[in-house]
C-alpha cells in the first residue's frame, strides 16, 4: 500500500469513528431514548400476537385488519401461527399488554412524528383509571 492510501484509509477509519454517535443516534432504533419499553406484562408473555419484526413493518395494517374483521364482520377472535387465540382489541389486547402507551406506542411514535388519531375515540385503559 502506498502512503496516499494508508492516508485515506485513515481518514476513512477516523470519520466512522468521529461520526459513530451521530448515526448511530439517527439509524439506531435501540437508542435508549426511543426504545419502546416493554410493560412486565409484555416481558411475561415474551411474544407478541405476531413476530416481532412483522409487528414493528406492519403493526398499523395487523391494527386495520382487526378493526375491519370487527366492524364488518362480527368476528372477535384472532388466532395466528402461535396456536394462540387473541380478542381483536386495541384498548383491551395491545394496551391490555403494552399497558403503557406512553412508554411503549407514543415513544416510538414521537421519534418518527406519527400521531395516529385512534384515540380521539378508542380509550388508553390507563388513562381512564
Ligand atoms: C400478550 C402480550 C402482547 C399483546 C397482546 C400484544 N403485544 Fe406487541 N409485543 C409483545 C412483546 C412481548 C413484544 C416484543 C417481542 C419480541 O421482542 O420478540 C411485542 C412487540 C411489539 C411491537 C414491536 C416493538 C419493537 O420494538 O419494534 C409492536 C409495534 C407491537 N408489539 C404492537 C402491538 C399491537 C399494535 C398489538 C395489538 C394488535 C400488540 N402489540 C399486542 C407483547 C404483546
Ligand atoms: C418500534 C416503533 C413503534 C412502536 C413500538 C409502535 N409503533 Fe405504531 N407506528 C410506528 C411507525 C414508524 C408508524 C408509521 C408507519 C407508516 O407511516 O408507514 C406507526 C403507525 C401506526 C399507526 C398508523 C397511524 C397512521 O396515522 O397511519 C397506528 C394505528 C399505530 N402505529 C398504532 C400503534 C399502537 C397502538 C402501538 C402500541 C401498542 C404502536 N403503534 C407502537 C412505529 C411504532
Ligand atoms: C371516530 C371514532 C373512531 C376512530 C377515530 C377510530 N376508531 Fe376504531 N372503532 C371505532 C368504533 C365505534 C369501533 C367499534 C367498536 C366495537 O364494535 O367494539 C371501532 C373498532 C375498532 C377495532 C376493533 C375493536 C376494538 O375495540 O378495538 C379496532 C382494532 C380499531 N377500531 C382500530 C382503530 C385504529 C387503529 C384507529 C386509528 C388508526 C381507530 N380505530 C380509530 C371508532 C373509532
Redesign the pocket.
Known amino acids: 500500500m502506498n502512503d496516499k492510501l494508508k492516508v485515506i484509509a485513515g481518514l476513512i477509519v477516523f470519520f466512522a469513528i468521529f461520526s459513530y454517535p451521530f448515526w448511530n443516534n439517527i439509524f439506531n432504533k435501540e437508542n435508549p431514548e426511543h426504545k419502546p419499553v416493554l410493560s412486565a406484562e409484555a416481558e411475561k408473555a415474551k411474544e407478541c400476537v405476531r413476530s416481532k419484526d412483522y409487528m414493528t413493518k406492519e403493526h ?1 395494517q395487523l ?2 385488519i ?2 375491519d ?3 364488518r364482520s362480527g368476528e372477535r377472535v384472532y388466532k395466528y401461527g402461535n396456536g394462540k387465540e387473541y380478542n ?6 395491545c394496551l391490555g399488554c403494552h399497558t403503557s402507551k406512553a412508554e411503549f406506542c407514543d415513544r416510538c411514535h414521537d421519534y418518527a412524528s406519527v400521531k ?3 384515540w ?3 380509550i388508553d385503559p390507563k388513562e381512564n383509571k
Do not use: F, G, I
Not at 88 to 93: D, G, Q, V
Open positions: 398499523m391494527l386495520d382487526w378493526r374483521k370487527v366492524v381483536m382489541s386495541l384498548s383491551n389486547t395516529p388519531y385512534c380521539d375515540c378508542h
